[in-house]
């Protein structure tokens, strides 16, 4: 790594002070995010994207009740994860900051957020419009340039090897197996995402990350949309078994990668948050001891267990989002995005080998 005097290093920290971003003192890390629709927070207000949550009843609980892009009633994974690192929530998108034109580099020194809904780890997945993670890796590329430009590459090796960088991808990989239906076993396709993940992660790693944190992949067939499927196929309210045995497998094939790509890397640093494991048992909880009053259905959708039409206008809303689990058909609502930011954030039962709060830590 790069060595670098401190009033070099400071410098960055001076520039950033003057942009009125916050950075108080060089214990605050710039937090980068990436991914799809659980850490997209308004990404894809900015494309011509088919998915959307940029109007109501998106925003429900946002301050001032603004649907700001984000797949959420309130705030998303992204930033309550961000505030648990000192930020008021998640850095803004890179597609907006871009059109601040040649404010753009004043206002990337907290972190950026890169998340698009509908974004898969595959380029196959992404065919709505979407920014895959491949484009991702590419646009913070263009904000690692603008802090070379501003700081020098020493300072910005040094700031960079400090930062987080989470990850939240994966699920719409999974959907996109089971509509394709093209004959690809299981093992061959969680194969294939596994050598995207590796791409991504040295990638990203040569361009100057040392410390990630991977949200895995939660039981997709349980959100209120599979259980659709299970109900109309086998008249059972449950779980859509085939999807959570693929998460599942997903999940424990990234930890075996995580594992064996770190130890390749020097200086790497990941935690990897096992959303899979963490959901069941609150799906599980006895109902005298349940986080939530319902579990199956979604807070704001249409018809059965709200999953036949998306969260929009002219949706139902439930009066208490603090009691579901799900918002709408695919996505958390924002209390269950706040429990998990906790837990991997505190570690250790969901949360390996160590928790995001160590994963800060210097020494």
């Known amino acids: 790594m790069a060595t670098i005097s401190m009033p070099l290093f400071l410098s960055l920290l001076i520039i950033c002070a ?87 580099q004043q206002h990337i020194c907290n972190g950026v957020n890169f998340a698009s809904g509908g974004a898969g780890l595959l380029d196959i997945t992404n065919n709505n419009n979407t920014v895959p993670l491949s484009e991702q890796i590419n646009q913070f590329t263009t904000v690692r340039n603008n802090f070379t430009a501003m700081i020098g590459e020493p300072a910005t090796e040094v700031m960079l090897n400090k930062s987080l960088f989470f990850i939240s991808i994966g699920s719409n990989d999974i959907f996109g197996y089971f509509n394709r239906s093209d004959g690809t076993p299981p093992d061959s396709f969680i194969t294939m995402m596994l050598s ?12 100057g990350a040392r410390r990630l944190g991977i949200i895995s992949v939660p039981p ?97 809303l439930c009066p208490d989002r603090n009691e579901y689990l799900f918002w709408d058909m695919f996505h958390p609502t924002q209390k269950s995005c706040y429990l998990a930011a906790q837990e991997f954030y505190n570690g250790p039962t969901y949360v390996s080998p160590i928790s995001f709060s160590q994963l800060a830590q210097d020494n």
């Open 220 to 316: 997709v067939g349980c959100c209120p949309l599979s259980r659709l499927i299970q109900l109309n196929s086998t008249g059972t309210n449950g779980c859509f078994p085939p999807m959570n045995d693929f998460a599942q497998a997903f999940h424990l094939a990234l930890d075996g990668l995580l594992l064996n790509i770190s130890s390749q890397l020097p200086e790497m640093k990941y935690s990897l948050g096992n959303t899979f494991n963490m959901t069941l048992d609150v799906i599980n909880m006895p109902s005298n001891n349940s986080l939530f009053g319902t579990v199956d259905g979604a807070c704001c959708g249409h018809g059965t267990l709200s999953a036949e039409g998306p969260c929009n206008r002219t949706a139902a």
């Open 18 to 104: 003057n942009s009125m971003l916050h950075l108080a003192d060089a214990t605050n890390k710039p937090v980068f995010i990436l991914g799809d629709s659980t850490a997209d927070v308004g990404t894809n207000n900015y494309i011509a994207s088919t998915l959307k949550a940029n109007f109501p009843h998106n925003g429900v609980d946002f301050p001032k009740r603004q649907a700001t892009g984000r797949f959420s009633n309130g705030f998303n994974s992204a930033d309550e994860l961000a505030k648990l690192f000192e930020l008021k929530m998640s850095p803004p998108p890179f597609l907006y900051l871009l059109t601040l034109g040649s404010g753009f």
């Open 196 to 207: 995207a993940y590796s791409q991504y992660i040295t990638t990203l790693y040569g361009l």
